[in-house]
Each structure stands twice: as structure tokens, then as C-alpha cells.
């Protein structure tokens, strides 16, 4: 039988136990030295313990199973002809305000249809006369993770808000980035006309640089229907971010990956749709 | 003579700043802003437990500066 034994937390309680002894001898002989040591190790004892080891899967294994699951969507989407723009649908286009879904168009210049007709697709998600199919976007576990990291949930979040703290998030809680930026497209625009910047409020630009994902994005660069479409899970992520957060359909307008995949550049168009 | 604990505030004190220096230079080494993201450990709990010693630090501090100004020895 094997016994599973958490070292850091064994070496915490046996510093623990060691630094209390410590302090014990140290109070019946009233001596400063053991005292100081003691203390010491008291400390450090419940800090080791306190402070886990995370648990870590191989880089390896994370894009062999990623990579396969971009490969399937993408046959899939050949398959079934689905040649249009995803877009990232906001949840009032859908019967359950938690799902994230994203609408492919059957033809390349198909529409998005109102919330009441992708509802009733979501009923049945590939009818046989649809004009457009309903799929999990890559990004959609990432994105629930990212909302349980930012302790809010994103259909609260504004555009600023997130923008603020999302680089922090990706960076230092998720740790899947190294470094990212992400700005509206006229931040530092100058000089243009008032009607070319309102247009390019809409446009949002999201730099990242990342290890964790670099085969999976550069894959991504192979597969037709996802690169520039559906998104690597990256990508994915900050569409779905982006769709929640402003509450309108959203999509991905380019993607630039470095050839080594490790550099990223993607922007998104917040889509303005017509009152409904 | 019965036993007494041989330490004071002012020794706690310089245990807890030693303590709590050595943790926020670590968090802040190995945070993934400076590329450090292979590191298996939890960051945040580091993170959390260096504030955490700095905030003990500073309360002992803030009774030593309270007992000089109270006069209370």
C-alpha cells in the first residue's frame, strides 16, 4: 500500500513541534538563546505548513489534450459546413444566463439572429435546417475559472473594470500569462475624426505573451475555423470576458500568434445590434 | 523561582522582521511578473502569509511606540 505524505506539511508540524520544545526548555530555564531559536521555528513551522506546493500537470500533457480538442472542433465545424464568424453570444441570448455559448453561421455571410430564435436553437443545438450551429467555446471552463479568480462574476463586471483587472488575474493568480495589455482601440489614437473614433470604441485590443499556452495557440494558427474565428482558449477566454462584461455579441476580428506562439495579438469587436 | 518566558515584545518583534523580510522579498522574486511562473508553489498563500508576518511586525512596533508614549515600561 503507498502512503501519500504531504512533505511541506510534515516538515511545518516537525518544525512546529521542534521550534514549542524549544521554547518550553526555554521558559523552565529561563535561557534567551533557545528562546529566539524556538521562536524562530515556530514561525517558519506554520508558514512551510501554511503554504502548500501547488499541484502541477506536465506542459506536455496540457497541450496533447487541448490541441486534440481544437483539432475536433475544428473537423467538426469542416464537416457540417459551418463557414461563418463565431461570435461570442452575451447571456440574454440564452435561456441559462451561466452558459457560455458561441453562434457559428452556416454561410459566411450569415447574420446573427435574435435572442429568441438562438434560444430555441439551444433547445436543439444542430437542427438540420439550421442557419447556424451552437458550440462550448474553447475558453468556457478557462473563463469560469477566471470568474472564480476574480471572486465576481463577469455579467457584473464593466469593460474598464476588467480591463484593469485582468492583467492582474491572468498574470499573477491564473499564471497563464507573463504579460498582457489590453486597451480600446482609441486609447492612443489621436488626431481622427470623432465619427471614426466612436467606430473604434467598439474595437478592443488584447496583447498577451504566454508559456503555458504556446503549442496550443500556435496549433491554433493551423486550423482554419478556429484561428481568427472561434480563438485559441486564450483568445476564447477574453471574447467570452468581453461578451459578459458589456452584455453585447462579440467577436474576433484578428489574431496575429508569433511563430513561436508565444506572442499574441488579438483584437475583438464589440457588436452594436439594432434594438430589440 | 518559577519559570518566565525570557523573550520580550522587542525580541518577538525582531523575529517577526526578519521573518517577514525574507517572505515579501520571496513573494515578490517569484512573482510571475518577473517570469517566474514554473515555481511549484502557492504564491498566493506566500503572499498572503508575508502581509500577514509584516502586519504582526507592525503591531508590535505600534505597541513599543505606544508603551514609550504612554510611558508604560
Redesign the interface.
Known amino acids: 500500500m503507498r502512503i501519500s505524505v504531504n512533505v511541506s506539511r510534515s516538515i511545518g508540524i516537525a518544525l512546529f513541534i521542534l521550534g514549542m520544545t524549544a521554547l518550553l526548555a526555554a521558559t523552565v530555564y529561563s535561557t534567551p538563546i533557545p528562546a529566539l531559536i524556538g521562536l524562530g521555528l515556530v514561525f517558519w513551522g506554520v508558514i512551510i505548513a501554511y503554504i502548500q506546493p501547488d499541484e502541477y500537470v506536465k506542459k506536455t500533457i496540457l497541450d496533447s489534450t487541448s490541441t486534440t480538442l481544437l483539432d475536433t472542433l475544428d473537423e467538426t465545424l469542416k464537416t457540417l459546413d459551418y463557414e461563418g464568424k463565431a461570435t461570442y453570444l452575451p447571456p440574454k441570448y440564452l435561456n441559462d444566463p451561466e452558459s457560455i455559448k458561441a453562434y457559428i453561421p452556416k454561410q459566411e455571410t450569415g447574420t446573427l439572429p435574435l435572442p429568441e430564435a438562438i434560444q430555441k436553437l439551444e433547445m436543439q443545438p444542430v437542427p438540420k435546417d439550421a442557419q447556424g450551429i451552437l458550440i462550448t467555446p474553447p475558453g468556457a471552463q478557462l473563463a469560469r475559472l477566471l470568474e472564480k479568480e476574480i471572486g465576481t462574476s463577469l455579467l457584473t463586471t464593466s469593460l474598464n473594470d476588467l480591463q484593469h483587472r485582468l492583467p492582474h488575474t491572468l498574470i499573477e493568480d491564473m499564471e497563464i500569462v507573463t504579460e498582457c495589455e489590453i486597451r480600446q482601440a482609441d486609447d492612443k489614437i489621436d488626431g481622427r475624426s470623432q465619427e471614426n473614433a466612436q467606430s473604434n470604441r467598439n474595437v478592443i485590443s488584447a496583447k498577451f505573451t504566454t508559456t503555458a499556452f504556446r503549442d496550443t495557440c500556435k496549433r491554433a494558427t493551423q486550423l482554419s475555423t478556429i484561428f481568427s474565428n472561434v480563438g485559441c482558449p486564450l483568445s476564447s477566454v477574453l471574447a467570452i470576458a468581453f461578451a459578459k462584461a458589456t452584455g453585447k455579441p462579440t467577436q474576433i476580428l484578428s489574431e496575429k500568434i508569433s511563430e513561436d506562439g508565444l506572442t499574441s495579438e488579438t483584437k475583438y469587436i464589440i457588436i452594436e445590434e439594432p434594438n430589440i | ?1 518559577t ?5 520580550g515584545l522587542w ?2 518583534s525582531l ?2 522582521a ?2 517577514a523580510i525574507v ?1 515579501l522579498v520571496t513573494s515578490e522574486i517569484l ?3 518577473y ?1 517566474a ?1 514554473n515555481l ?7 503572499k ?2 508575508a502581509m500577514t ?1 509584516s502586519i504582526l511586525f507592525l503591531t508590535t512596533v505600534a505597541i513599543q511606540i505606544a508603551a514609550i508614549i504612554y510611558g508604560i515600561s
Open positions: 523561582m519559570p518566565a518566558f525570557p523573550l525580541d518577538v523575529v517577526l526578519v521573518t517572505l512573482s510571475p511578473y517570469g511562473a511549484r508553489i502557492n504564491k498566493k498563500r506566500l498572503n502569509a508576518t
